[in-house]
């Protein structure tokens, strides 16, 4: 099975623990996520933090078509930032992973996704195209995360703005 992976990172300017807690939210994957119509859990075994084995539905508009995909979470961990699921139904087989990193007084997020053949003939095409997918799903990925970032500055201040908001 051939596969095409790239990594990306970004500084927000938002402390780590808010970062990390926002990115974990299936459901604000419409805010960044190129492609994503919606997200919701399907299954979470508590309602802090997400553990392995939950998982999460997602209607993804790629190529014209609308599909519908389910994540499965690996890991969850707060303490050392790191997220990582990947595709357990649907078609487009990925694995992502989030880290959340102290930096100055905000957060270095990197993120890593690969993207899987999931026949005969994808596994032909990203191997014969990887040179140029390649640096598109880069600049594309990069392009999340911009607006990933544009979206948590904005939403800090205007909850600084309200009383009862606590940021840690």
């Known amino acids: 099975m051939a596969e095409i992976s790239t990594t990306v990172e970004i500084q927000i300017d938002v402390p780590t623990d ?4 926002w990115v ?5 994957m419409i805010y960044w996520v190129n492609g994503v119509r919606s997200a ?3 299954r ?4 802090d933090i997400p553990r392995p084995q939950d998982t999460w ?3 993804y508009e790629f190529g014209g078509k609308e599909n519908e995909i389910v994540m499965e979470v690996d890991t969850c961990d707060p303490r050392d930032g790191a997220f990582e699921f990947h595709t357990i139904e649907g078609n487009y087989p990925i694995r992502g992973e989030y880290l959340c990193q102290p930096s100055g007084n905000g957060t270095l997020f990197r993120m890593t996704r690969t993207a899987f053949s999931d026949s005969t003939f994808t596994s ?3 191997t014969l195209t990887s040179f140029i ?4 799903m880069r600049k594309q990925n990069l392009a999340e995360l911009v607006k990933m970032k544009s979206v948590i500055e904005l ?3 205007a909850m600084r703005g309200r009383s009862s908001a606590r940021i840690t």
Do not use: C, G, H, T
Not at 24 to 28: G, L, V
Not at 44 to 47: S, T, V
């Open 133 to 136: 997918s390649k640096p598109m």
């Open 40 to 42: 919701a859990w399907i």
């Open 18 to 21: 808010y970062v990390f807690q």
């Open 57 to 59: 539905d997602m209607l």
């Open 24 to 28: 974990i939210e299936p459901s604000n």
């Open 44 to 47: 979470r075994q508590e309602a």
């Open 124 to 126: 032909l095409m990203f």
């Open 155 to 157: 939403q800090i201040p």
